[in-house]
């Protein structure tokens, strides 16, 4: 079957799809809407339906006419609290919610790629298992459906997910091996002095003076304790202290996020992290608390199943540019969870349009894709799924 031409026909109803979600963001676990939309669209094509999954998610099963393995997609579903700024008409109408990344596209093209697999069930060497994923953004979703049991019954054999991407025009496949995406911790320090009146220091151990020593302490881990092959980012994005001029404050409290790819450079750093935050906030006289949460491990591509899916991209996608080469980013994918657990891979559509002015980045009050991307990003997942069934 020539699933682009398929996917061709079906963009009416991506794109209808896509603005409806778009229109109607949710932000994580709260994707109440969607979720039942999507249920809805699931059941009307008979499939057995599972809501509720990791509090919001949905999961259907299409059960292919041939044995074989188990085989997971997965999209996104959640939004982000950014007021839209897009001017398009099907702008946000859920004031401060925005999807700004582009999880309304990936949410409808699962739901085309399940219309186009569905219509060939009876030729499919295994089954799909349809995974829609609340709360990607920094909140835990993929962890909530892994312990509610989304890779087991039945267990899932290899996973295969997308990301739209702006950063690269239309026409652009990101389809490589190896490491991809970097591995995420949100940090939360809490540092405590003793406060006091602001004309009176040596009364004091003041938290703002130690906040800011740890701050410049810090930058030092990725300058000299990280090697300078290896890479690594740690950023204090929140400095919380004090609410009057005249007073030393009790407490100040930094937040912020690590980004790593390799298990050991990651243990150093947060070794590191809390290290160098204690020693110079007891020499500041103040005593430091730190809290990390791991958001995300690094998402590295399995060789074998990326190879299979460049080789699906250059047949389904021809005129389009595959590279292969390796787009490491520093932005993390919750995806990873799952490729933890299963062979796959997880692949990048461009989606940028310089002529249209669709070029701004993903999390931008202005970020719009174009939505001629949908349809190509539906048929390389769907062909790639097949693909994947009968080769890996
Ligand atoms: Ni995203």
Not at 15 to 25: I, K, T, V, Y
Request: aromatic share 8%.
């Amino acid at each position: 079957m020539d699933l682009l031409a398929e996917a061709q026909k079906l963009f009416p109803y991506t794109q209808a799809m896509r603005r409806d979600f778009h229109l109607h963001p949710e932000l994580g676990f709260q994707e109440f809407r969607t979720a039942g939309i999507v249920a809805k669209e699931l059941q009307d094509l008979g499939l057995e339906v599972t809501t509720g999954v990791g509090k919001t998610g949905v999961v259907a099963m299409i059960e292919g006419g041939k044995p074989g393995p188990v085989l997971m997609l997965r999209a996104d579903m959640d939004a982000l609290p950014i007021l839209e700024d897009t001017g398009a008409e099907y702008a946000s109408q859920n004031p401060g919610v925005m999807h700004a990344c582009g999880h309304d596209g990936h949410t409808a093209i699962l739901l085309t790629v399940a219309k186009l697999l569905n219509g060939m069930k009876d030729e499919l060497p295994g089954s799909i298992k349809l995974v829609f994923q609340p709360a990607e953004e920094g909140m835990g979703g993929a962890e909530g459906m892994i312990k509610d049991g989304v890779m087991d019954g039945p267990k899932v054999d290899y996973v295969l997910g997308l990301h739209l991407w702006n950063e690269k025009p239309l026409g652009w496949l990101g389809v490589a091996a190896g490491p991809y995406m970097a591995g995420a911790d949100e940090f939360k320090m809490q540092i405590t002095g003793k406060g006091g009146h602001g004309a009176q220091p040596h009364t004091t151990f003041d938290p703002i003076v130690a906040g800011a020593q740890i701050v410049t302490a810090l930058q030092s881990i990725v300058g000299r304790n990280v090697p300078p092959v290896e890479t690594a980012v740690v950023s204090v994005t929140t400095f919380h202290g004090g609410d009057a001029f005249n007073v030393i404050p009790q407490r100040a409290e930094l937040t912020g996020t690590i980004r790593t790819f390799k298990p050991e450079v990651r243990e150093m750093v947060l070794r590191r992290f809390e290290e160098t935050a204690k020693g110079v906030g007891a020499a500041m006289n103040c005593q430091v608390e730190v809290q990390f949460f791991h958001t995300a491990p690094a998402t590295i591509n399995d060789a074998g199943i990326t190879e299979i899916v460049q080789q699906t991209a250059r047949r389904v996608l021809p005129e389009s540019h595959v590279d292969e080469g390796n787009m490491i980013t520093m932005g993390s994918e919750d995806y990873a969870f799952f490729l933890d657990k299963a062979r796959g891979m997880y692949f990048f559509v461009g989606s940028a349009n310089a002529e249209r002015n669709l070029i701004y980045s993903h999390h931008h009050p202005k970020f719009d894709f174009d939505e001629a991307a949908l349809p190509r990003a539906a048929a390389l997942l769907a062909s790639a799924a097949v693909d994947v069934l009968q080769q890996a």
